[in-house]
């Protein structure tokens, strides 16, 4: 393979490699506006990355088989919901700490999507997955067209997804609330609004959102399920809203450049490069350590009560 054709390939695998973690980068976004980092991401998105597989690999007959992907969407979505909601209930209700009820529930939920996937299925099984859908006219744009508009329709929302995160936190009354709950939340209470409340919703949003990023990975990207295809990412979708400054489209860009990084090196497996295969895979995984060492100025423009819980009845 030419250097030209190694390069389009990385870019046209390095956008849809992006979404499961763009998805997930995003609702964690909103969970560190509201004060609250939630390192239980990748359980979330084992959790969403499971159930979203059961509807697909079960419905393959009948009047619903060409809804099972709509449905394993929709139940990860619930699940991550589900467990932002025991999250909260553990770090704003009870107050506990949350690094470590997050390395719980990331526990929890990569234990229990394991679990049960080997009690209900048993083994690596591939489902049909979600189809690519090539934008009429703009798919036949010269290399652009392959690159950016040939995906299955979750690349489109993922990135729609982008503008209109950027428009919920900036230019809507929710999202003056949770950046004030993760800045000034004593301040914030006294102009009424309802600390614990907003981070509730902000934790539920994440939530959906790393389910909905989980269920990607096992409904478009790898279309199966297997114990260890989170890989990580919930790890690094906390990481790149460090990376992106808590921005909506700083975050895209930590999420692309991860993904490239991670499509260089499968083209340097597949395309018989010789170079140690086990640094191409620390690739990515190294990248974020050093541009997080760039930026670490960044966490002194974060929310300023992040990971500090509220107690309405503590004077300090």
Not at 75 to 90: E, K, N, R, T
Not at 130 to 136: D, E, G, Q, S, T
Not at 276 to 286: D, G, K, S, T
């Given at each position: 393979?030419?250097?030209?054709?190694?390069?389009?390939?990385?870019?046209?695998?390095?956008?849809?490699?992006?979404?499961?973690?763009?998805?997930?980068?995003?609702?964690?976004?909103?969970?560190?506006?509201?004060?609250?980092?939630?390192?239980?991401?990748?359980?979330?998105?084992?959790?969403?990355?499971?159930?979203?597989?059961?509807?697909?690999?079960?419905?393959?007959?009948?009047?619903?088989?060409?809804?099972?992907?709509?449905?394993?969407?929709?139940?990860?979505?619930?699940?991550?919901?589900?467990?932002?909601?025991?999250?909260?209930?553990?770090?704003?209700?009870?107050?506990?700490?949350?690094?470590?009820?997050?390395?719980?529930?990331?526990?929890?939920?990569?234990?229990?999507?394991?679990?049960?996937?080997?009690?209900?299925?048993?083994?690596?099984?591939?489902?049909?997955?979600?189809?690519?859908?090539?934008?009429?006219?703009?798919?036949?744009?010269?290399?652009?067209?392959?690159?950016?508009?040939?995906?299955?329709?979750?690349?489109?929302?993922?990135?729609?997804?982008?503008?209109?995160?950027?428009?919920?936190?900036?230019?809507?009354?929710?999202?003056?609330?949770?950046?004030?709950?993760?800045?000034?939340?004593?301040?914030?209470?006294?102009?009424?609004?309802?600390?614990?409340?907003?981070?509730?919703?902000?934790?539920?949003?994440?939530?959906?959102?790393?389910?909905?990023?989980?269920?990607?990975?096992?409904?478009?990207?790898?279309?199966?399920?297997?114990?260890?295809?989170?890989?990580?990412?919930?790890?690094?979708?906390?990481?790149?809203?460090?990376?992106?400054?808590?921005?909506?489209?700083?975050?895209?860009?930590?999420?692309?450049?991860?993904s490239l990084a991670q499509t260089l090196q499968l083209s340097i497996q597949v395309g018989g490069i010789k170079f140690p295969y086990e640094f191409a895979v620390m690739l990515p995984y190294v990248l974020v350590i050093v541009v997080l060492s760039l930026a670490r100025q960044a966490r002194m423009r974060g929310p300023a009560q992040l990971g500090i819980p509220f107690n309405r009845e503590m004077r300090y």
């Amino acid at each position: 393979m030419n250097s030209g054709g190694m390069l389009y390939n990385i870019l046209s695998l390095g956008v849809p490699f992006s979404v499961a973690l763009l998805l997930a980068s995003l609702g964690e976004m909103f969970n560190q506006r509201a004060g609250v980092f939630n390192l239980g991401c990748e359980g979330i998105m084992c959790m969403g990355a499971f159930l979203a597989f059961l509807p697909s690999y079960y419905i393959k007959d009948g009047p619903l088989a060409a809804y099972g992907n709509l449905i394993g969407f929709v139940i990860a979505m619930a699940a991550g919901i589900l467990l932002g909601l025991l999250f909260a209930l553990v770090v704003v209700t009870f107050r506990a700490d949350q690094g470590i009820a997050g390395i719980g529930l990331q526990m929890f939920g990569w234990g229990v999507a394991g679990a049960l996937f080997r009690h209900f299925v048993g083994g690596v099984t591939s489902v049909e997955g979600l189809a690519a859908w090539a934008i009429p006219g703009l798919s036949k744009i010269p290399v652009l067209g392959g690159i950016l508009f040939n995906h299955n329709p979750m690349v489109y929302i993922a990135f729609l997804m982008v503008p209109a995160s950027w428009y919920l936190l900036y230019k809507t009354a929710w999202g003056l609330k949770v950046r004030a709950v993760g800045t000034a939340p004593r301040a914030a209470d006294s102009m009424g609004i309802n600390v614990n409340r907003v981070r509730y919703q902000a934790l539920m949003a994440g939530g959906a959102m790393a389910g909905l990023g989980g269920a990607y990975l096992t409904l478009c990207q790898a279309r199966m399920f297997a114990d260890d295809l989170v890989a990580g990412r919930g790890f690094i979708a906390v990481a790149l809203v460090y990376f992106g400054r808590w921005n909506p489209v700083g975050i895209m860009g930590g999420a692309l450049l991860f993904s490239l990084a991670q499509t260089l090196q499968l083209s340097i497996q597949v395309g018989g490069i010789k170079f140690p295969y086990e640094f191409a895979v620390m690739l990515p995984y190294v990248l974020v350590i050093v541009v997080l060492s760039l930026a670490r100025q960044a966490r002194m423009r974060g929310p300023a009560q992040l990971g500090i819980p509220f107690n309405r009845e503590m004077r300090y």
